[in-house]
């Protein structure tokens, strides 16, 4: 399973009138039964949601007083997640003549209109308190506490990732839990702006909503909704004509397979890192030693010592550690073995967290070799998530192979990759002539499509570092420079850099400078020669300008390519 935990919202949500209907209990009651999580999210108090809702038991967390306080309804404990408000506010507010006014353990709550008294008197007293609206109510929290820090909180108190959450709710104090979820479900009830963000808007509303998503997380585990996720999809490189190559996270079987010093690592580290970024986690089997140094990672074993299964299985019981197994311990012939051993235990850890996100086997024609025969359980058909690295793809046994949805093919002859990988599957390999590919490029083939794609590879950290050094102020090829030549051809004013760009940009004449930008000629070079898809997208906003003025543009562009190459400045 992909969603091991449901996030819901209280008022709106699941209550309708402040009680929740015994469909929406069953359906609950029904989700748990499938053995994912439940957490309750709410700007409620939690004296007043006990009196209204006698089924607290089903959730293994509630967020109440809008993230300020953790409840546990097994053992009844309470944790409050900030300092309770000062009196002084309090007695302020009292005497201010606010009525209503609720005091929770961190929370202070009131109704509108008297939100403007309430602002009125933090700034009198220099307080550090911040005001969330939700559908008339005003509530009162210290600065950083909101839904999504209470739900942090009590992700991180059950070991579990948002990265396997989907979250429900209605109003704008939904926003910021939401956003945390790796899926964001609203009901029909919701605020419109809640709905434009969300990636799913239920037919139902309130609990009826709840129930028409309980129902498809059962079936399909969501699984419908994976192309509306692309915000999570991760970046493998940029094609030819500028458009980015990205996955998505979850549910994808690769193979990135060439000879060796073809950019394999290069590849895999990218990815690694972005995947790390937006908080997935991963365990690489390391055979050579080769990832021991990987940034933000902890390694486990070295050439004297076999790393403990008990204590991969440990570390990765801490969403946010990735982990590498470093295998140089372990006799070449036991390799094999010693994985076979540990997959099913990291299979075991990921139906019960949903981690690690990814499985990452480098040299994997040395642990998975062609006469390897594993078992339903060792690999069972549907595995997702699996990165396989090798130089020598038909020697990685078939029953692997099978699994793969995507390769990436690098070094001189990638066709040759194809066609072995091809007929260790006894399938047809993509026709194509032989393929050139330059530094830093591979070639992408989506099983099922007639042919693969070229692309730049987007390299990792470091590398991306000297890359912004080479298009900032380095020497670009004649074919990769910008040309400023004007409507009439006049001009030839080469720009082999972006400081060099800016420079010339400065001085052409203003019919030269508008030529090229009704043209689309700037954002086409920033992102097919400065491989910077985010550059030309803003680029490309500045161009479609119905009157664009030449100072005006001309400054956009420079401050866009300043925010991101100071050394063009």
């Given at each position: 399973m992909r969603y091991l935990t449901l996030a819901c919202d209280y008022d709106g949500t699941i209550a309708h009138g402040g009680l929740v209907d015994e469909a929406t209990v069953e359906a609950l009651t029904r989700l748990r039964e499938t053995g994912r999580r439940l957490i309750l999210v709410t700007g409620r108090e939690l004296a007043g949601l006990m009196r209204d809702f006698p089924h607290l038991y089903l959730f293994d967390r509630v967020v109440a007083e809008n993230g300020a306080l953790l409840y546990c309804p097994a053992d009844r404990t309470e944790q409050p997640l900030g300092e309770r408000v000062s009196e002084a506010f309090v007695q302020a507010l009292r005497d201010r003549g606010v009525v209503p006014l609720s005091i929770g353990h961190v929370i202070v709550a009131t109704w509108e209109p008297n939100e403007n008294t309430v602002l009125e008197t933090i700034r009198a007293l220099a307080l550090e308190l911040q005001v969330i609206f939700n559908k008339g109510a005003v509530m009162i929290l210290p600065s950083g506490i909101n839904k999504a820090s209470g739900l942090s909180a009590a992700l991180c108190d059950l070991k579990l990732s948002p990265r396997n959450v989907v979250g429900v709710g209605d109003a704008e104090n939904d926003h910021a839990f939401l956003s945390l979820c790796e899926c964001a479900v609203a009901v029909a009830n919701a605020l419109p702006i809640l709905k434009e963000r969300a990636d799913w808007v239920t037919h139902g509303d309130h609990g009826a909503g709840v129930v028409e998503l309980i129902d498809a997380l059962?079936?399909?585990?969501?699984?419908?909704l994976e192309?509306?996720?692309?915000?999570?999809?991760?970046?493998l490189g940029i094609d030819n004509n500028g458009t980015e190559l990205r996955l998505a996270p979850a549910g994808e079987t690769l193979l990135f397979a060439?000879?060796?010093?073809?950019?394999?690592?290069?590849?895999?580290?990218?990815?690694?890192?972005r995947l790390a970024e937006q908080g997935y986690q991963f365990c690489i089997i390391d055979p050579e030693g080769d990832y021991e140094a990987f940034a933000g990672t902890v390694c486990l074993g070295d050439s004297e010592h076999e790393p403990r299964v008990e204590e991969v299985l440990e570390l990765l019981e801490t969403p946010e550690r990735n982990v590498v197994v470093n295998l140089l311990g372990v006799g070449l012939e036991n390799r094999p073995a010693y994985f076979e051993g540990l997959l099913p235990r990291l299979q075991t850890l990921r139906a019960r967290t949903g981690r690690p996100h990814w499985i990452v086997i480098d040299e994997a024609h040395h642990l998975l070799p062609t006469l390897w025969k594993p078992t339903f359980q060792t690999f069972p058909q549907r595995l997702g998530g699996l990165l396989?690295?090798?130089?020598?793809?038909?020697?990685?046994?078939?029953?692997?192979?099978?699994?793969?949805?995507?390769?990436?093919?690098?070094?001189?002859?990638?066709?040759?990759?194809?066609?072995?990988?091809?007929?260790v599957l006894q399938q047809p390999a993509p026709a194509m002539a032989p393929v050139t590919l330059e530094p830093g490029q591979a070639l992408a083939w989506q099983l099922g499509q007639e042919a693969p794609i070229r692309f730049e590879i987007a390299p990792p950290e470091a590398e991306r570092r000297r890359h912004r050094r080479k298009y900032a102020d380095g020497e670009l090829g004649e074919?990769?420079?910008?040309?400023?030549?004007?409507?009439?051809?006049?001009?030839n004013l080469r720009a082999e850099n972006l400081a060099r760009f800016v420079q010339l940009a400065a001085g052409v004449d203003d019919a030269t400078w508008l030529y090229h930008l009704r043209c689309g000629d700037y954002s086409r070079w920033f992102r097919i020669a400065i491989k910077d898809g985010a550059l030309a997208d803003e680029t490309a906003e500045t161009e479609a300008q119905s009157d664009p003025d030449p100072m005006e543009t001309r400054a956009q562009i420079r401050s866009a390519i300043e925010q991101r190459y100071t050394r063009a400045a």
């Amino acid at each position: 399973m992909r969603y091991l935990t449901l996030a819901c919202d209280y008022d709106g949500t699941i209550a309708h009138g402040g009680l929740v209907d015994e469909a929406t209990v069953e359906a609950l009651t029904r989700l748990r039964e499938t053995g994912r999580r439940l957490i309750l999210v709410t700007g409620r108090e939690l004296a007043g949601l006990m009196r209204d809702f006698p089924h607290l038991y089903l959730f293994d967390r509630v967020v109440a007083e809008n993230g300020a306080l953790l409840y546990c309804p097994a053992d009844r404990t309470e944790q409050p997640l900030g300092e309770r408000v000062s009196e002084a506010f309090v007695q302020a507010l009292r005497d201010r003549g606010v009525v209503p006014l609720s005091i929770g353990h961190v929370i202070v709550a009131t109704w509108e209109p008297n939100e403007n008294t309430v602002l009125e008197t933090i700034r009198a007293l220099a307080l550090e308190l911040q005001v969330i609206f939700n559908k008339g109510a005003v509530m009162i929290l210290p600065s950083g506490i909101n839904k999504a820090s209470g739900l942090s909180a009590a992700l991180c108190d059950l070991k579990l990732s948002p990265r396997n959450v989907v979250g429900v709710g209605d109003a704008e104090n939904d926003h910021a839990f939401l956003s945390l979820c790796e899926c964001a479900v609203a009901v029909a009830n919701a605020l419109p702006i809640l709905k434009e963000r969300a990636d799913w808007v239920t037919h139902g509303d309130h609990g009826a909503g709840v129930v028409e998503l309980i129902d498809a997380l059962i079936a399909t585990d969501l699984r419908e909704l994976e192309p509306r996720l692309h915000r999570h999809h991760i970046l493998l490189g940029i094609d030819n004509n500028g458009t980015e190559l990205r996955l998505a996270p979850a549910g994808e079987t690769l193979l990135f397979a060439g000879s060796s010093g073809s950019g394999k690592s290069t590849l895999a580290t990218g990815f690694l890192e972005r995947l790390a970024e937006q908080g997935y986690q991963f365990c690489i089997i390391d055979p050579e030693g080769d990832y021991e140094a990987f940034a933000g990672t902890v390694c486990l074993g070295d050439s004297e010592h076999e790393p403990r299964v008990e204590e991969v299985l440990e570390l990765l019981e801490t969403p946010e550690r990735n982990v590498v197994v470093n295998l140089l311990g372990v006799g070449l012939e036991n390799r094999p073995a010693y994985f076979e051993g540990l997959l099913p235990r990291l299979q075991t850890l990921r139906a019960r967290t949903g981690r690690p996100h990814w499985i990452v086997i480098d040299e994997a024609h040395h642990l998975l070799p062609t006469l390897w025969k594993p078992t339903f359980q060792t690999f069972p058909q549907r595995l997702g998530g699996l990165l396989l690295i090798t130089v020598h793809p038909d020697h990685v046994t078939p029953v692997v192979l099978t699994a793969v949805t995507l390769i990436v093919a690098l070094g001189k002859t990638p066709e040759q990759t194809l066609q072995r990988f091809s007929a260790v599957l006894q399938q047809p390999a993509p026709a194509m002539a032989p393929v050139t590919l330059e530094p830093g490029q591979a070639l992408a083939w989506q099983l099922g499509q007639e042919a693969p794609i070229r692309f730049e590879i987007a390299p990792p950290e470091a590398e991306r570092r000297r890359h912004r050094r080479k298009y900032a102020d380095g020497e670009l090829g004649e074919d990769k420079s910008f040309y400023f030549r004007g409507p009439q051809g006049a001009l030839n004013l080469r720009a082999e850099n972006l400081a060099r760009f800016v420079q010339l940009a400065a001085g052409v004449d203003d019919a030269t400078w508008l030529y090229h930008l009704r043209c689309g000629d700037y954002s086409r070079w920033f992102r097919i020669a400065i491989k910077d898809g985010a550059l030309a997208d803003e680029t490309a906003e500045t161009e479609a300008q119905s009157d664009p003025d030449p100072m005006e543009t001309r400054a956009q562009i420079r401050s866009a390519i300043e925010q991101r190459y100071t050394r063009a400045a």
